[in-house]
């Protein structure tokens, strides 16, 4: 079963930085891209940005260019979201999903991560 | 930046048709894909390519597509599908992912 699992939900402080993870399983790691969801409380979906972990091939959305990094360990089969200062504008669901399709970076996203909430309060 | 227009809510009663439309200029150009998110639970792949639907995906959701919109059609909509549902294509030049608005399904 092609699985992907996230890191659990998290509270931070605004300054603070965190790095999120998202392990995948059954099947190739390195040969599907992974993105990074955004969804903020009772909004919709937001495209942060995707991860080849086969070269760490890397895009961001303009929107969040400068404001996240995207990363991958493909020894460990498992990609990261990381800020390096949270801001409270940060608090919300972070969905990894993987691309259904290996050959494309563009495609529908299947399965998704189970999400991890994070809640920057000072 | 590239945007993909949904209506913000849709109401029909048991048994009914749901049609959801998604518009964007660079649909004609670029696959559509539609999610099903019920509260608390994240995203799920109903359609994708425009009009295929994954294993495991009931056959009365159908996804078709016609110049700069694409459309989810939902036959015989159960009190269970029930949702925020979410388009997402790409930009014309295939560099940006981009996720529409959603819209919230409401069974009466």
């Known amino acids: 079963e092609v699985q992907l699992v996230q890191s659990g939900a998290e509270v931070k402080k605004p300054g603070e930085s965190l790095k999120i993870s998202c392990k995948g399983s059954?099947?190739?790691?390195?040969?599907?891209?992974i993105g990074w969801v955004r969804q903020m409380p009772g909004k919709g979906l937001e495209w942060m940005g995707i991860?080849?972990?086969?070269?760490?091939?890397?895009r961001y959305s303009p929107s969040f260019q400068g404001q996240v990094t995207i990363s991958a360990d493909k020894s460990i089969s498992t990609a990261y979201l990381q800020w390096s200062s949270l801001k409270a504008s940060d608090t919300a669901m972070y969905y990894c999903?993987?691309?259904?399709?290996?050959?494309?970076?563009?495609?529908?996203?299947?399965?998704w991560g189970q999400g991890t909430l994070v809640t920057v309060s000072s | 930046s590239y945007e993909l227009t949904q209506p913000p809510s849709v109401s029909v009663s048991p048994g009914q048709t749901a049609r959801i439309t998604c518009s964007g200029d660079?649909?004609?150009?670029?696959?559509a894909y539609w999610y099903q998110q019920k509260p608390g639970q994240a995203p799920v792949l109903v359609i994708y390519?425009?009009?295929e639907r994954p294993s495991g995906i009931p056959e009365r959701f159908s996804g078709s597509s016609s110049g700069t919109t694409v459309t989810l059609t939902i036959s015989g909509v159960q009190a269970e599908d029930e949702a925020d549902y979410y388009c997402?294509?790409?930009?014309?030049?295939?560099?940006?992912?981009?996720f529409g608005g959603g819209t919230k399904l409401t069974v009466l």
């Open positions: 999903a993987r691309q259904s399709d290996s050959s494309s970076s563009e495609g529908g996203f299947d399965p």
């Open positions: 059954g099947y190739s790691f390195t040969s599907y891209w």
């Open positions: 991860i080849y972990p086969g070269d760490s091939d890397t």
């Open positions: 660079a649909l004609p150009k670029q696959y």
């Open positions: 390519k425009d009009s």
């Open positions: 997402q294509s790409a930009d014309s030049s295939g560099t940006w992912v981009v």
